[in-house]
């Protein structure tokens, strides 16, 4: 038996477990699943343990991702550039760190964008400063936005965004603004796309923009999971907008990770199935885009 931890701090068991644990057993793996709490100081040793012979890789959650990236040799173009890794690969000679994140961010950015990238809109602004908004951020700047601007409640964390893509967004605006909301409608009266990464949205009825702030016809992509539709994006979709939930994001990273620790393809229906259950909301109500 093959052996694949996924590290973190919580002891309950995630999203992204629940549906892992499904798709293995859907293809009959030899992979077990084992839960690992660490406190950051633990990551290297973590780290280490992951290189034996028995391991397949590992799954990354928050807060290791950023950590993880700095400990590890051989890093993905998307864990280089974001900075963050959320699975780990041991191909029994390393240890290659990934980010599936931004394979979810790019799914669903496309799912909302106009399909011709040529109509795209080029400016940006992205709520939140963790392992999820440098996803973003990281997308953005390879999909060739002009100006993104990140905000987050402490301004401190979105600079450290912004200076870890120093040097690849010399070409752009990248920068990190204050949260308040006048700074906040100037910048919406110039960006077409939002992308909330930062965690607002998980409880019902919260919402991290007021609606009166909010133009008509913006894109939004909104990463909260657990919603099929968030206070957010009803407000931009009553203004003309298009939306989407973090819910094609989740599934796709998840895919792509999946794939790799395997080598087999996910089976899609599976995780959808999972996410549901897990969500508790019945399969079809799983709205992954909505107009």
């Not at 038996?1 to 793996?29: D, F, N, W």
């Not at 660490?38 to 290297?44: D, M």
């Not at 203004?239 to 087999?264: C, D, K, P, Y």
Request: hydrophobic share 45%.
């Amino acid at each position: 038996m093959k052996r694949l931890p996924i590290i973190g701090q919580s002891p309950v068991a995630s999203a992204a477990e629940h549906v892992l644990r499904a798709a293995l057993t859907a293809t009959s793996s030899d992979i077990g699943v084992e839960r690992w709490e660490r406190k950051p100081h633990q990551l290297s040793a973590a780290l280490g343990e992951i290189a034996a012979p028995d391991m397949v890789g590992a799954m990354i959650e928050s807060p290791h991702k950023e950590k993880a990236a700095t400990l590890l040799g051989s890093l993905s173009e998307d864990a280089r550039t974001s900075g963050a890794v959320n699975a780990i690969v041991n191909d029994g000679t390393r240890l290659n760190g990934y980010n599936s994140d931004c394979d979810g961010v790019r799914a669903g950015l496309t799912a909302i964008l106009d399909p011709v990238p040529g109509r795209w809109p080029r400016q940006a602004l992205v709520l939140g400063a963790g392992g999820g908004a440098r996803a973003v951020v990281s997308v953005l700047i390879q999909m060739g936005f002009l100006r993104v601007a990140v905000f987050n409640r402490h301004l401190h964390k979105a600079e450290a965004v912004v200076n870890h893509f120093a040097k690849t967004a010399r070409h752009m605006d990248l920068r990190a603004l204050p949260w308040h909301e006048t700074i906040l409608e100037a910048e919406l009266s110039k960006a077409r796309l939002v992308v909330n990464a930062s965690g607002i949205g998980l409880e019902a009825g919260e919402s991290p923009i007021p609606e009166a702030l909010l133009p008509d016809g913006l894109y939004l992509l909104d990463l909260v999971l657990n919603h099929p539709s968030t206070p957010l994006m009803d407000a931009v979709r009553a203004r003309g907008g298009t939306v989407a939930n973090g819910q094609l994001s989740f599934l796709t990273g998840q895919a792509v990770a999946f794939t790799g620790w395997t080598g087999i393809e996910a089976p899609a229906e599976v995780l959808r199935s999972a996410l549901a259950a897990h969500l508790g909301l019945p399969e079809e109500g799983l709205a992954v885009v909505g107009d």
